[in-house]
């Protein structure tokens, strides 16, 4: 258990949090995932921090599933799922000789300038965003090859969601059994190609699994009380602010 004494204080109390972020965002807080994204890269580095959070987010996709199972939209799930798959077989081959802090700061933009895109179209009153066999290619491998390199595929799920207009259970649903399969597909990949799960981020997920769990209960009775019509704006502004963190984020 040396690795405990490898950090600081401050480093154990970011980490905690980004923990119950997770828990947060897995019981259907979309969006602010980032925040975590950014505060695990901050403690462990770019590549390390991957394979901490990623049993984390294994573990949490398994309650959400529990929880939100019924609530499951498999049309739009089978839509997504192949391309996922394919965009982060992309990612596992590319992901190595990939500048980090660039890679992060151009999908940040990306996704403000989309959820921009999407605000605009709030105001218009616009129905929907295309949904046609392009766009749900490209929000596809896009998610799948972020979710490889550093967990933001949330942001473009979110999207993908928002554009179908999506009831709050019915997304939560079926981006939980989504990211629950998309887990467990790069598991052996992060564990045998990057190696970067190994018995000690193993242990250190460990000792951040009781927070991940106040998360998940604490995100659970703040979702209940969100209703449907609102629950878009939520995701869209944390989706927002969680995009703006990560491109400022040196």
């Known amino acids: 258990m040396d690795f405990i004494y490898a950090y600081s204080f401050v480093d154990w109390g ?25 505060i695990m890269a901050l403690v462990f580095g770019g590549k390390l921090s991957t394979g901490i959070v990623l049993p984390l987010l294994c573990v949490a996709d398994i309650m959400a599933v529990i929880y939100y199972h019924r609530h499951a939209q498999w049309p739009q799930f089978w839509k997504l799922i192949p391309w996922m798959m394919a965009g982060i077989l992309v990612g596992v081959f590319t992901g190595r000789d990939l500048n980090e802090a660039v890679f992060r700061k151009l999908m940040a933009l990306i996704i403000i300038l989309t959820v921009v895109l999407m605000i ?47 009831p709050k259970n019915d997304f939560i649903g079926t981006a939980a059994w989504v990211f629950l399969v998309i887990n467990l597909f790069k598991l052996p990949f992060q564990v045998f190609y990057w190696k970067n799960i190994n018995a000690v981020t193993l242990q250190t997920d ?36 969680g995009a703006i963190v990560i491109f400022v984020k040196r």
Not at 17 to 38: E, P, Q, R, W
Not at 206 to 213: D, F, T
Not at 223 to 241: E, F, G, P
């Open 14 to 38: 970011l980490v905690i949090l980004g923990a119950f972020i997770i828990g947060l965002s897995k019981a259907g807080l979309k969006g602010i995932d980032m925040m975590n994204v950014t």
């Open 120 to 166: 605009a179209l709030e105001i218009r009153k616009t129905t929907s965003m295309p949904s046609n066999k392009l766009f749900v290619a490209g929000m596809g491998l896009t998610a799948g090859f972020t979710t490889m390199l550093g967990n933001l595929a949330g942001a473009f799920s979110n999207i993908y969601f928002l554009a179908l207009r999506m």
């Open 206 to 241: 460990l000792l951040l699994l009781p927070a991940l769990l106040a998360g998940f209960w604490a995100g659970l009775k703040i979702v209940a009380k969100i209703k449907d019509d609102s629950y878009r704006k939520v995701v869209i502004v944390l989706t927002l602010l």
